[in-house]
Every structure is written in structure tokens, then in C-alpha cells.
């Protein structure tokens, strides 16, 4: 009985942890991302057209005082902003907001994993057409 017993209270320790996320388009273009804190440490967008961008490797989402990702409540995703993107085998610097569309934020303690593996949370956004949102 003790085994499920440790399994229950670490599910509720993590239950107790849990960050809100929101991404809120503005201007048509620029994403402004709210969330809890402390959040997991790894961020990727999954662009519309499939590319995966790394987000966390970017020292620019960091303000001064913020020494951790995790620690991050909130911040603005323009179309200035770059991230790491992986092109035939060699990290390229890249503007996160590339095409019109569909994207997918996804923030985890382990991004490399399949998300029932790992601690997460994320959000969707679309920007320049309107369409609908589907879970």
C-alpha cells in the first residue's frame, strides 16, 4: 500500500504546481504569453507548417533580475523575435512567427519526451487569419 500511497502524494505535489498558460494575440502579429510561476524549463512552438522552433536556448526572453525560464511570467513574442531552429543537422537562428496560421506552444520539464512522459503545459495561437481553436 505504500508504493501507491507515495505514487498519490506526488501526484498531488505536481497537482499543486500546476501553470496556467495563456497566449494572447495582439496587434495581429505579436503573441503576449502569461503564465504561473515556477513553469517547466523547456519551450518550443510548433509553427504551422510543422518546423519546431526552441525558444528556451534564447537568452533575449530573459529580462535582467530573471535567471531562469521557469521563473518567466510573462513575455511578448513579436515578429522580431527569434528562436532555434535545426536545419540539416545545424542550429539556425530564426524569426519564431515565420507564415499565417496555427501555432502551438509547448512548455516541459523534458520537451524531448512524449507529453505523457513529462510535466507540461501549452497553449495555441493563430495569427493573421481568424479560425477557430480546436483542442
Not at 51 to 72: C, I, N
Not at 100 to 122: D, S, V
Request: proline letters at 6%; charged letters at 20%; one cysteine or more.
Amino acid at each position: 500500500m505504500r508504493p501507491l500511497a507515495t505514487i498519490f502524494l506526488l501526484f498531488l505535489a505536481n497537482a499543486g504546481h500546476a501553470a496556467a498558460i495563456h497566449c494572447d494575440v495582439v496587434d495581429g502579429d505579436t503573441v503576449v504569453v502569461s503564465m504561473k510561476t515556477p513553469h517547466p524549463e523547456e519551450a518550443l512552438i510548433y509553427r504551422p507548417g510543422g518546423e519546431t522552433v526552441w525558444l528556451h536556448t534564447s537568452s533575449q526572453y530573459l529580462p535582467e533580475g530573471v535567471a531562469r525560464f521557469g521563473d518567466l511570467g510573462k513575455w511578448v513574442i513579436s515578429p522580431d523575435s527569434t528562436g532555434t531552429v535545426w536545419v540539416n543537422g545545424k542550429a539556425t537562428v530564426q524569426p519564431v512567427i515565420q507564415e499565417q496560421g496555427r501555432y502551438h506552444l509547448y512548455i516541459a520539464e523534458n520537451a524531448e519526451t512524449e507529453p505523457e512522459n513529462t510535466y507540461f503545459i501549452e497553449c495555441y495561437f493563430v495569427i493573421g487569419k481568424k479560425q477557430e481553436l480546436d483542442h
